[in-house]
């Protein structure tokens, strides 16, 4: 179950990376670069840290075409996915707790302490759109005022503490993942914000 919501969440991630690509003007080149950066550079990140071998991409090639099939694909229909905004938020926040369970339960496999795997996990949520908006120039959604990296932790706290209480692997994701996907869709729906931190006097 959770590879096949892995495979649907990169195939989305590709394809809003896609239009990212697009408002900056780039060629089909860059449009697959960016979807591979935002797809899976989360895990690529967490895998560097934690010197964890091989690359998911490297050991499962067949996610580079896939990810930059759907960027194509993107491209081509961009103007019928503008239409679909909602639906691509949802796969979004989905691709969001998913990637971080995934990558909690890495840092499990090779025995990190709790709070290393919590961040492990928020790694491998976040990291890929933190690349993906920097490569494309913007202030990544990591750093501004929406629930995104605390509804990552959330949902890592959840798989742990659940899974932590003797439930089994299954039942931990499943509610983790409902918990995570409820708080980020609803901080879009209500528009929940983090507390911002702005200062603008000068020091001279």
């Given at each position: 179950?959770?590879?096949i919501?892995?495979?649907?969440a990169i195939?989305?991630?590709a394809?809003?990376a896609?239009?990212?690509a697009?408002?900056r003007?780039?060629d089909?080149?860059g449009v697959?670069?960016i ?6 550079g989360g895990?690529?990140?967490r895998n560097i840290l934690f ?7 490297v050991?499962h090639?067949?996610y580079?075409?896939?990810t930059?099939a759907a960027?194509?694909l993107a ?6 996915m503008?239409k679909?905004k909602?639906l691509?938020?949802?796969?979004d926040a989905?691709g969001?707790?998913v990637?971080t369970?995934?990558?909690?339960q890495?840092?499990?496999l090779i ?6 795997i919590?961040l492990?996990?928020m790694?491998t949520?976040?990291a890929?759109?933190?690349l993906?908006d920097?490569?494309?120039n913007?202030?990544?959604?990591l750093?501004?005022?929406?629930v995104?990296a ?9 798989y ?9 692997a299954?039942v931990?994701?499943?509610i ?8 980020r869709l609803l901080?879009i729906?209500y ?12 020091w001279?």
């Amino acid at each position: 179950m959770l590879h096949i919501l892995y495979i649907i969440a990169i195939i989305a991630e590709a394809m809003t990376a896609a239009l990212s690509a697009g408002r900056r003007d780039m060629d089909w080149v860059g449009v697959c670069i960016i979807a591979w950066v935002t797809a899976l550079g989360g895990g690529t990140v967490r895998n560097i840290l934690f010197n964890h071998y091989p690359m998911s991409w490297v050991e499962h090639p067949e996610y580079l075409v896939i990810t930059a099939a759907a960027a194509i694909l993107a491209a081509v229909i961009a103007r019928i996915m503008t239409k679909m905004k909602t639906l691509f938020l949802y796969l979004d926040a989905l691709g969001l707790v998913v990637f971080t369970i995934i990558g909690c339960q890495i840092a499990e496999l090779i025995s990190l302490p709790i709070i290393i795997i919590l961040l492990s996990g928020m790694i491998t949520g976040c990291a890929g759109g933190v690349l993906r908006d920097v490569l494309c120039n913007e202030v990544p959604l990591l750093f501004r005022k929406e629930v995104y990296a605390s509804a990552s932790i959330v949902t890592g706290a959840f798989y742990l503490g659940i899974e932590h209480l003797g439930a089994p692997a299954g039942v931990s994701i499943v509610i983790a993942c409902v918990i995570g996907l409820a708080l980020r869709l609803l901080s879009i729906r209500y528009n929940w914000q983090m507390p911002k931190f702005v200062y603008r006097e000068e020091w001279h």
